[in-house]
């Protein structure tokens, strides 16, 4: 079946300007995840989404980060007046989620997004 | 707190000959354990995972990892390289449970195995 799918592949944009990142779940998951992999770093962990509710943001570094998933499915994460050192890989994962054992889950990622910020 | 370390950066072996990436964590609970692969250009990929159950995992492709909690070792291993095994592996440790249900996974920096003929 289809896997987690992330748009655009690559974006390049200017200090400053709004952009907006999409990911798509697998079909029925129910739990997703956004992480952020700067170069010749692991990814870390950004938001978590339980439905359609972020349940948990502790890891965005700043309130220019925001991800809504107003549906329940696709995701999009959004960052105003970008800046250089938001360039980085951002990736989306999801899982089944709704069990009592999600700690132990394996997520699905998907292929990430690389973003540029001139 | 839970954290990873990949003790090393870059890894370099000749295909045929047996892989070693080391993987240490440091975690306050019983921690689960993940290893991924990135291959360039292609999203991550689970090769194994520990949960509590066996300690000696196996997982895709001949990899495997044994869960060593005295020394806390997650090592993964592979007893013959393949060209196809060149990539960035990443150990992953998770203990914490987010708010809401869900899984925070910390990754490690990453060990690029290079793999030569």
């Known amino acids: 079946g289809a896997g987690v799918s992330q748009t655009p592949s690559n974006k390049v944009t200017e200090k400053g300007k709004y952009v907006e990142l999409r990911c798509d779940p697998i079909s029925g998951h129910t739990a997703l995840y956004w992480y952020r992999q700067s170069l010749g770093q692991g990814p870390e962990f950004l938001i978590y989404f339980q439905g359609t509710g972020a349940a948990d943001d502790s890891g965005l570094p700043n309130d220019r980060f925001f991800a809504v998933r107003p549906e329940g499915s696709v995701s999009t994460l959004k960052i105003q007046r970008t800046e250089r050192g938001d360039s980085a890989v951002y990736l989306c994962?999801?899982?089944?989620?709704?069990?009592?054992?999600?700690?132990?889950?394996?997520?699905?990622f998907g292929p990430g997004t690389r973003l540029t910020v001139l | 707190a839970q954290s990873v370390t990949q003790l090393d950066s870059h890894v370099s072996v000749s295909e045929g000959t047996p892989v070693l990436l080391r993987c240490n964590y440091s975690s306050s609970y019983s921690p689960s354990l993940f290893w991924y692969v990135q291959h360039p250009n292609k999203g991550l990929q689970l090769l194994l995972k520990y949960t509590s159950a066996a300690t000696l995992v196996k997982g895709i492709n001949g990899f495997e990892a044994e869960f060593k909690k005295s020394e806390t070792s997650f090592h993964l291993t592979k007893p013959s390289a393949h060209m196809s095994d060149a990539a960035e592996y990443f150990c992953?440790?998770?203990?914490?449970?987010?708010?809401?249900?869900?899984?925070?996974?910390?990754f490690g920096t990453g060990t690029q195995l290079k793999v030569e003929l």
């Open positions: 992953v440790v998770s203990d914490r449970v987010l708010t809401g249900g869900g899984n925070k996974l910390t």
């Open positions: 994962a999801s899982t089944p989620g709704g069990s009592r054992t999600q700690y132990t889950d394996t997520q699905y």
